[in-house]
């Protein structure tokens, strides 16, 4: 029968017993093998805004990133790995609980992201993977954009994090600038923006200094490796860049042949590689999972060459076009991951369950999980069992794919003022391995397929409790 959780706490005092129950006989009679079964490290490394094609690895001809295509030819690169959403807030509240974001209600199609003036945020109820692994010992830290809610109780500390350094938000809100738009984003300057740093719970500095926030997170990341090389611990590393407005440290600045956008990812790519050698000077390679990823596609509808590239793929930032949500994603783990390009679908919900699976975590059981375990495809031993992506551009589904196969019922522009909502019926379809930039519908060809695809829409609805709306909660003033 399915146990019931009133609320997260529940949960982890539920599964934090059981931890204590079943390891005090495990170490009393077999503490050896114990020692041998170590728990493995994570490190997630989420870019904010990094597009399908902007890595070398992934076919960029100008911007050099030598630090992530050595990570992807030691480990795995997926070329079908997507977001929860094609926006920041949702795709980060989808990847720290597996579940769409529909589900948790943080998603929106009137405000679709937080901003400054939000009150609301990730609810209680949620349970993050931080929390998850707290019920393992693991030792936790969300360092960069946090961007689920910067009211105190909303904030990573109240998330299962021990350690929190970072930015609330966007580094492009708290706009104090009053400049145009083309002046202020095509040459930045810190103090536009009136964006805090904080620590755990305190400002530290404010407007944050974006020009050295990249490696300044890595320092923390390091530092928190470092101090935790004999725990097993977890990283979530959410860096601000490459999101407008952009910036490199000195050391970076004009050295992309690629501009600005370029100089941001490859000091990315640089501060990618410091940890990795940490990682090998430490010796704790063979027992950590870094897994590297985007929240969403690139911005280039809004801000062209400041923004990035979404390679052969359509649209981009703020679309379900693939563009907009379908993403780098690179998985190293020496020793353990099966090297190789891999082209099975995979989801950054599904890295939820595939860590729980990896620690021996408690998977909840009390709500929808919508993350699948990809420890099949890492390992070499099958193939990924998810088979079907759930476009959502607020809380409207506007397209999925199934298989190779994807239909469009709704298409709309990312962005842009005069941008009209399209109602396709019957619906685009694309086969995405044949056709990857959704150039030729082959609707008329396929009725059959769209059939299938409404079904699966059909009990995907049936079975949906929407959250309560916690994008559209505005601070009384
Ligand atoms: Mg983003």
Redesign the pocket.
Known sequence: MQKVFSSRRDFLRTAGLGIAYTMVPQFLTCSKSIRKEKLPNIIIIFC??LGYGDLGIYGHPTIKTPNLDRMALEGQKWTNFYVAAS??TP?RAGILTGRLPIRSGMCSSKRRVLFPDSAGGLPESEITLAEVLKTKGYKTACIGKWHLGHLPRYLPTKNGFDYYFGIPYSNDMDDVSKLPWKQKFWNPKTEYWNVPLMQNEKVIERPAEQTSLTKRYTDETIKFIKNNKNNPFFIYLAHTMP?VPLFASKNFQNRSLRGLYGDVVEEIDWNVGRILRTLNDLKLSSNTLVIFTS??GPWWLTYKELGGSAGLLRGG?GSTWEGGMREPAIFWWPGHIKKGTITDIGSTMDIFTTICKLTGAKIPDDRIIDGVDLRPVLFGTGPSPRKTIFYYRGTKLYAVRKGSYKAHFFTEPGYGKNRKVKKHNPPLLFNLEQDPSERFDISKEHPEIIADILETVKKHKAKLVIGENQLEKIIKK
């Open positions: 904010d805004d926006v920041c795709s999101h929240d969403n930032k």
